[in-house]
């Protein structure tokens, strides 16, 4: 999985990218797994540092509001100043963010 990880950072265009304190992160979607009624997205995040996250998110992921719930939580993960390599992050379903 590194070399494969290595290969698309190295060769292909991040997904997306976000700024967070001023410092660009490049996003690589290098994995999603269905798994119910749930994505599993595999991600690598790379700026000052490479991390690589697991967000689970409802299926299906395929439209903006869902992308930018994805962007929102990894952007917040980043903005957190966590120091780990490796997170595993959620997004609440619609229903918890209505309460």
């Not at 797994?33 to 490479?50: H, N, Y």
């Not at 992308?67 to 595993?88: F, K, P, T």
Request: negative net charge; glycine residues 6%; aromatic residues 6%.
């Amino acid at each position: 999985m590194k070399d494969e990880l290595a290969a698309m950072v190295g060769t292909s265009a991040p997904h997306a990218s976000l700024s967070v304190r001023s410092e660009p992160w490049d996003l690589y979607v290098f994995g999603a797994t269905p798994v119910g009624r749930d994505m599993f997205l595999q991600i690598a995040a790379v700026g000052p540092r490479v991390c690589t996250l697991t967000v689970r998110a409802p299926a299906p992921i395929g439209n903006v509001v869902t992308a930018r719930r994805i962007l929102a939580v990894v952007h917040d993960w980043i903005s957190a100043n966590d120091d780990s390599e490796q997170a595993y992050l959620e997004l609440p379903r619609t229903a918890e963010l209505a309460s």
